[in-house]
């Protein structure tokens, strides 16, 4: 079964410029996380979707984000315009079940490490 | 707010040195309590999931723990492919999973 991919492993660019990261979750996960980690922090939650809902956008930092999930597979985080504090790694994890009150299991991508010069 | 806080930051053990690594958590009814291992350059790979106190996981070397306060993962006679960051994480709400900044684990020959 493959695992969460992510695409591209590595981006950089120029302040002010967009750049848009792609998710596909794992084949069946209605719930899908993105997630950051800035230089020396921990990893921190932006947003969860299910299916093509946001559930929890509470962690975006800006309005310079956007995430959407077309049709509820794969999803995209747009950050335009990007901003030197943007760099760091952005994962995305997706789950089976994401019921309240659960705790179910995220499974990880193995990440896009972005640098904004 | 939700925190984590793991310790050591970093730890060096020599092959076959067992010892453990504590995690932590201040969460507001707390769902599951994760740990997962992270290598250079890749994601979180998960590891387990514990869900009450006094609940313990298995897997090879890895024994997780979890107390009303913290977690322990303990290893057992380590190996230099256990050398890796380890990842703990805890969620108290509705799916969102609040991180530690891990531990650094070094296993040398």
């Known amino acids: 079964e493959a695992g969460v991919t992510q695409f591209p492993s590595h981006s950089v660019i120029e302040k002010g410029q967009t750049v848009t990261l792609r998710c596909d979750p794992i084949s069946g996960h209605d719930n899908l996380y993105w997630y950051r980690r800035v230089m020396g922090k921990e990893i921190k939650f932006l947003l969860h979707?299910?299916?093509?809902?946001?559930?929890?956008e509470s962690g975006m930092p800006n309005n310079r984000f956007l995430a959407e999930r077309t049709g509820g597979t794969y999803s995209t985080l747009k950050v335009q315009p990007a901003e030197l504090e943007d760099s760091g790694v952005y994962f995305c994890?997706?789950?089976?079940?994401?019921?309240?009150?659960?705790?179910?299991?995220?499974?990880f991508g193995p990440g896009t490490r972005l640098t904004v010069l | 707010e939700d925190q984590v806080t793991q310790s050591p930051e970093a730890l060096r053990l020599q092959e076959g040195e067992s010892s453990s690594l504590n995690c932590s958590y201040t969460v507001s009814g707390l769902r599951g309590l994760f740990w997962y291992r992270q290598d250079p350059g890749k994601g979180p790979e998960f590891l387990f999931t514990l869900y009450s106190a006094g609940e313990e996981k298995e897997k090879e070397r890895l024994k997780a723990t979890l107390t009303k306060k913290e977690s322990f993962l303990h290893i057992t006679a380590p190996k230099p492919e256990d050398s890796a960051t380890y990842l703990c994480?805890?969620?108290?709400?509705?799916?969102?999973?609040?991180f530690g900044t891990g531990t650094k684990l070094q296993v040398i020959p």
């Open positions: 979707f299910v299916k093509e809902s946001k559930q929890d």
């Open positions: 994480a805890a969620s108290g709400g509705y799916q969102k999973v609040t």
């Open positions: 994890a997706s789950s089976l079940y994401g019921l309240a009150g659960g705790a179910d299991t995220q499974y």
